[in-house]
């Protein structure tokens, strides 16, 4: 009788890796009180302050905070997904992490679905935080019905936008030293053309058009249809939600940030 020796060099399934990456990626997220308080507090912080210090009317009977709680929801997914990724996979490549995990037998694509998964966890856990805080401190009157459909898909679509760009520009950063002074000032900048602090009809118009080449002033568009009654659509530049358009750019930026992703990604530092 012949015994068949078990094969102990055969590697688990792929949905076991890519369970145990993500656990690995949430757990040194939630681990990095930096990253914590950056990505998930600063968004609470600032919808605080602008919650109390700029409570005024914009017509309508719409609140600047129910205005600002679009924005700093689409602030929110920009940090926790772009900036935090572009940071932490220049600094994972700096410290020789990725070196690590090349060398070893896991496939590449469970270290993106680590981090995709962290990305989803996190985004899904401020929008959550700031939803709340507003309902309970600013009388943020909440999507309802179908609202709630257009609200998921804008934050889907967006988030995988700017985890794909994320990834593409942490290879930007010589170093993971130099990673946040090279995202930080850019996502800062977004923020403030793309009508998350401000009103977006009140910035400039070439300010309006540059802004509309990057993923966050679509979000934020989008989120404002869900917030906002119809009736202030018409401070849109289209005069518009022009949902169709959100859906369509944030689409684009999908499919460009993947190819720049797979054309730029770097396993070593330089």
Known sequence: ???TTPDRTALPALP???????????????????SVVFTLLLPVLLLVVFGAVLDYDLGSGVTFTQYFMAGIIAAGILGASLQNMAISIATERSDG???????????????????????????????????????????IDLPSGTDWLTFAWVATLGAAACTLLGIAISS???????????VTPF?????FISGVFFQFSEIP????????????KWMAQGFRSVFLPDAL?????????????????????CVLGLILCVRTFRWHDR
Do not use: C
């Open 233 to 253: 659509a018409a401070d849109e530049p289209a005069g518009s939600w022009e949902l169709g358009r959100v859906a369509l750019v944030l689409g684009i930026w």
């Open 16 to 34: 076991s890796v890519y369970r145990s990456r993500s656990a690995v990626e949430l757990k040194e997220f939630f681990r990095q009180r930096e």
């Open 187 to 191: 996502a800062l900048l977004l923020q």
């Open 97 to 139: 992490t990725l070196k690590h995990l090349a060398g070893t037998p896991m496939p590449p694509s469970a270290y993106f679905v680590g981090k995709v998964v962290q990305v989803l966890a996190v985004s899904l856990a401020s929008i959550v935080v700031l939803l709340l805080i507003g309902v309970v401190f600013y009388d």
């Open 205 to 216: 118009t070439w300010m309006q058009t540059f802004a509309s080449l990057f993923p966050l």
């Open 172 to 182: 930007l950063a010589k170093n993971g030293r130099s990673a946040s002074a090279t």
């Open 1 to 3: 009788m012949t015994t």
